[in-house]
């Protein structure tokens, strides 16, 4: 049971906290240590017996564990020798370094359950002792108060930096362990349905991908007698994209809607920020099938500045510059910026298929996109340009009432996660403060 504080509060150099809490470095209920200098010479170019190496952009603004797809692998050989560096079971990694691309990330950190990383530079590992209950710490370091202490140490640059110093001795308010328990226990809670709730989606999606592959790669969508085309007799003709089905068509990614290249208003203008629109800008789409909730928002008048900008509900978004390839939708009406071209389908049967295809086609985007240049740029003109298949729109509007249901699953889910994550995000740092109590 959670009940409001009504014990006596002592006054502290952080604030007041109740009587009974003690207040203890980092470093004497955690060993701390920098994660390892690696170098290019360190990584080998399979996954095969080898290790992946854990930097900043594996922390995700949420405190979880993000996977980009994009790690960096070490050998066994190296693991071995370096196995200081290698998460353990209840470690927490803190990203020690600030970068534009990080999201604001600095202090942030990650929980380890039994994934197995070595540790980049810029990234901590903090180790919890027997002494303090190792998920109350992990949340504890994640609340908003703590952070923003944290930050005051900073030392800035061009980049702006923790210290290992600092980090030791920072700040940590410690209830008894049984309280420490208790408060674990309902953030975990929470944290547990919103990570089933993700497994969940990923097998939604792993299912509708899955239908998507035998109907519109292999070709096995049922016949007119509900039979698998291809397998049995289906007639097939040759086209520039190799063998498809003879009713089926090769156009263009702009034959089925309308190309819409994002764009930002000027930031000088401080009222066209901070509305209930969504913004969606490349971090808000990493892992996400839908976007719900962005970093950024534009008001009624930012939105206006660009009107012709404006995506509608069920939209899809491909990011088209330095990170290429990455698919979403969108549930309400948004904007983007230039970074992000968007499909508005001409048609709501062509979502589904829509989101499927261009999922599956990342290395061909990202090779249109290449142009001999180091950083990754897919023009709203190429983009348009690209050729793909165009089944018969009967196809695809069974494919859509199939589809549809599993897409409505996914939306319900993310959402609940969203609710999920605002209450865990206003009781945690009322729990870390002693302003609510946990009682048995």
Not at 40 to 57: I, L, Q, Y
């Amino acid at each position: 049971m959670i009940t409001p504080m009504q014990n006596h509060y002592k006054q502290t150099a952080i604030g007041e906290i109740p009587n009974s809490w003690d207040i203890k470095q980092l470093q004497e209920v955690a060993d701390f240590s920098n994660g390892y200098a690696f170098s290019s010479r360190s990584f080998v170019n399979s996954k095969n017996d080898a290790v992946p190496v854990f930097k900043m952009g594996n922390i995700g603004i949420d405190g979880g564990l993000k996977i980009t797809g994009k790690e960096d692998y070490a050998s066994l050989v190296i693991a071995e020798k370096l196995k200081n560096y290698l998460t353990r079971e209840n470690d927490i990694l803190m990203c020690m370094t600030d970068m534009k691309s990080s999201m604001n990330l600095l202090g942030h950190s990650a929980r380890i359950h039994n994934e197995k990383f070595l540790v980049n530079q810029r990234v901590g590992i903090i180790r919890p002792r027997t002494n303090v209950d190792a998920s109350y710490l992990y949340y504890y370091l994640n609340s908003p108060k703590y952070i923003e202490r944290l930050r005051t140490t900073a030392r800035s640059g061009v980049q702006v930096n923790l210290t290992t110093e600092a980090i030791r001795e920072s700040q940590v308010l410690c209830p008894a362990q049984e309280e420490q328990h208790q408060i674990a226990a309902i953030l975990s809670s929470l944290d547990d349905k919103i990570e089933l709730n993700r497994k969940m989606n990923k097998t939604l999606e792993e299912m509708g991908n899955a239908l998507f592959k035998r109907w519109f790669v292999d070709f096995e969508f049922p016949d007119e007698n509900g039979k698998s085309y291809k397998s049995t007799g289906g007639e097939m003709v040759e086209s520039e994209l190799g063998e498809i089905p003879i009713s089926w068509k090769i156009v263009e990614i702009n034959d089925f809607g309308k190309i819409v290249c994002g764009k930002t208003p000027p930031k000088s203008n401080h009222k066209y920020f901070g509305g209930n629109i969504p913004f969606i800008k490349i971090p808000d789409m990493h892992g996400r099938m839908f976007v719900i909730k962005t970093e950024d928002t534009l008001t009624s008048d930012g939105a206006d500045y660009q009107k012709n900008k404006t995506l509608p509900k069920g939209s899809i978004c491909v990011s088209c510059i330095a990170t290429v390839g990455l698919v979403c939708i969108i549930t309400q009406d948004s904007q983007t910026n230039q970074q992000i071209n968007s499909i508005i389908p001409n048609n709501s049967h062509y979502k589904e298929y829509l989101y499927f295809v261009l999922s599956s086609m990342t290395k061909q985007l990202q090779d249109f996109a290449s142009g001999g240049s180091a950083t990754l740029n897919l023009n709203t003109g190429s983009f348009s340009n690209i050729p793909m298949l165009s089944p018969s729109y009967d196809l695809l509007a069974k494919f859509h009432s199939v589809a549809e249901l599993i897409f409505e699953q996914v939306v319900l889910k993310a959402m609940e996660n969203e609710k999920l994550s605002a209450i865990r995000d206003s009781l945690l740092p009322r729990l870390m403060n002693g302003k609510l109590r946990v009682k048995k």
